[in-house]
């Protein structure tokens, strides 16, 4: 690591997830070298004072490539909660690539990933680390089918040839910011049709590997392996796209015919038939109540939130092995921001020997980033 004035900068200090990384940062790690940065002084010294952390600031504007190159002269990482990332983070993570800077974002945006990967090469020339969707999305689900693909190999010398990713439970609120990616997303698919085509294609971060045609996850139906009623689970467009990219990235060790989808579990008979039409009729991402960014819930709310996500492996027609993924606190506040805050940490301090590149979690942190989730009570991976 080279010597800069600051490990981390946590970029979007004064954002609502952003102001939850800091307080986070501020509570578990005194140790740690970091600044926070945001284009409004003002609101930067509110929220220093409001959580009593003292650490440097920095005035960051992702408009302004002087401020960039400033930023990214003092730190060996910039953590970026700043979305829509198609909008606020082209120039950032193409200077980190170019300067080797080390990068973690909450990005569920597949389009815009996809369209990053042009910075691969400048990436692994500069010893750049970009890692992606460190957060709900897409960290459980990445996580999650490495553990369980992990248990199958060393029971049965080979990986399971599909994945069932089962949301069996989910309370909590999702962020304006996600809210706002999905508009942006929509709104860039106005002006660029051919774009559709990205963003239905399962293996279009796999820089080239295409793999077979993938379970429908658009509608409700009875999924007959697992005996229950499924519907489409709104955060599966991206999950399922970094689950593909980690399998290719790794050199496909779930294999090259693998199949994976993401739903919402509503049980069986006909009152998991209802669940599941009246789940299908819902996005809470879209409508006149989502919040705008900036805005989230209370503290209250955010602590009562928890998340219990299935993942079972089938070979045959049967299941084989089941793995949880367990957290506790809002998915989209509470856990995301500890998941990207110990990501970036793990990335820094666990993973010297990771060479420059554009990452999802799991071919980049793997195991590491697992066992400093659990350690730090940020989430639990278990076989069931």
């Known amino acids: ?192 049709p051919d774009f559709f085509n990205v963003l239905i294609d399962p293996f279009c971060l796999c820089e080239g590997f295409k793999g077979p ?35 290719t990235m790794m050199g496909h060790p779930y294999g090259e015919n693998f199949l994976y989808d993401e739903m919402f579990s509503c049980g069986p008979g006909e009152a998991g038939k209802k669940k599941a039409e009246l789940i299908s009729a819902y996005n809470p991402l879209l409508g006149d109540n989502v919040p705008k960014p900036g805005e989230g819930p209370s503290k209250e709310s955010r602590d009562s939130g928890s998340y219990d996500i299935l993942f079972t492996g089938v070979d045959d027609g049967e299941i084989k092995i089941n793995v949880s993924v367990k957290g506790e606190g809002d998915p989209g506040y509470s856990s995301t921001s500890k998941m990207i805050a110990e990501s970036a940490l793990c990335l820094l301090f666990d993973c010297p020997e990771l060479a420059g590149g554009i990452y999802t979690t799991a071919p980049a942190m793997g195991q590491k980033l697992l066992d400093r989730l659990e350690e730090k009570h940020v989430m639990f991976f278990a076989e069931e």
């Open 213 to 247: 045609e993938q379970v429908r996850d658009n509608k409700p139906y009875h999924d007959e392996i697992t005996n229950e009623w499924v519907a489409p689970f709104f955060m599966a467009a991206i999950n399922t796209k970094n689950v593909h990219r980690s399998n």
């Open 1 to 192: 690591m080279s010597e800069k004035e600051y490990d981390l900068l946590v970029f979007g200090a004064t954002s609502f997830t952003g102001k939850l990384v800091v307080e986070y940062l501020n509570e578990n790690y005194s140790d740690l070298k970091w600044a926070v940065a945001a284009r409004n002084q003002e609101k930067i010294d509110a929220v220093t004072a409001e959580l009593s952390c003292d650490v440097p600031a920095i005035l960051l504007d992702s408009t302004k490539m002087e401020d960039i190159e400033k930023a990214l002269s003092l730190t060996n990482l910039i953590l970026t909660t700043v979305g829509p990332y198609q909008i606020y983070g082209n120039d950032i993570l193409m200077m980190c690539a170019k300067y080797g800077v080390d990068y973690v974002d909450l990005c569920g945006e597949p389009g815009w990933m996809f369209e990053m990967q042009k910075h691969l090469a400048t990436a692994k020339e500069s010893g750049a680390r970009i890692v992606h969707s460190c957060g709900f999305d897409s960290i459980p689900s990445d996580l999650g089918v490495m553990l369980l693909q992990k248990i199958a190999k060393e029971r049965f010398g080979k990986p399971v040839e599909q994945v069932k990713c089962r949301v069996r439970s989910m309370k909590g609120e999702f962020s304006g910011g996600t809210a706002a990616s999905l508009r942006a997303t929509l709104g860039k698919l106005k002006t660029n």
